[in-house]
């Protein structure tokens, strides 16, 4: 997958160094209605991103029905293909409240999956349309976490991480590091994962993990002072 790119201030883009067309091309910003252009075959393109409508509801717990604060709510699949890294400053996604109330804007005409992500709680995917009100409620899965250092062993905060699972192209979102070098994914499958973060100049960092059903996992990932090569192109 090509890297994504972001629009600058006056809202221009450019893709670079694309093999050849035609592409299909993704265009989402938080907020709005994404929108899907198939096999462009020239540019440059104009794309109008509309505000859409909202999807709102509550987030409860399955087995006592007390409200689920907290709770990561996105909208489409809620997963990236391995190797995407996908950017979560263009996620349409929003947070829980204390009564476990929640509002997510940007949404089509079309139904979409909306996609229920907590700590201690597996993931839940169900679909809605615009201007609906959903209860969603959460059981009991699985979480990963772990710690992002570097080589001195201190913490490396904003670090992006992301599991790969050994046996799926797909993977949870990338998620970030806080000040602590802290990450967390939860609502993550069981399975046997590679825990891949990276941050700035330094070289990438990687981790074996096994997810076990409801249990709390936890990987530790090393990033150490990346190197350079040099050469000439002919």
């Not at 996908?86 to 476990?100: K, S």
């Not at 996609?115 to 409620?137: K, M, N």
């Amino acid at each position: 997958y090509p890297e994504p790119v972001y629009s600058a201030v006056e809202g221009k883009a450019r893709l670079e160094s694309l093999p050849p067309g035609p592409w299909n091309v993704v265009v989402q910003a938080r907020g709005f209605v994404r929108q899907r252009l198939r096999r462009v075959a020239s540019a440059p393109l104009a794309v109008r991103l509309e505000r859409g409508g909202s999807i709102t509801g509550v987030v409860r717990e399955g087995r006592t029905r007390r409200p689920v604060a907290g709770a990561r709510v996105s909208m489409g699949a809620g997963i990236a293909a391995t190797g995407g890294w996908a950017e979560e400053a263009t996620r349409n996604e929003t947070t829980t409240n204390a009564e476990g109330r929640f509002g997510l804007d940007g949404i089509g005409r079309t139904p979409t999956n909306v996609v229920v992500r907590a700590p201690g709680f597996d993931l839940v995917a169900t679909e809605a349309r615009q201007g609906e009100r959903i209860e969603i409620f959460l059981f009991p899965g699985a979480t990963l976490s772990g710690t992002v250092r570097d080589d001195e062993g201190r913490p490396v905060k904003n670090a992006a991480v992301q599991a790969e699972s050994h046996r799926s192209r797909i993977a949870p979102p990338t998620e970030r590091t806080d000040a602590r070098g802290e990450f967390l994914i939860p609502g993550i499958r069981p399975g046997e994962y590679t825990v891949v973060a990276r941050e700035g100049g330094l070289a990438p960092g990687i981790a074996a993990v096994v997810v076990e059903p409801e249990t709390e996992a936890r990987g530790e990932v090393l990033l150490s002072e990346g190197g350079f090569v040099t050469g000439r192109l002919v």
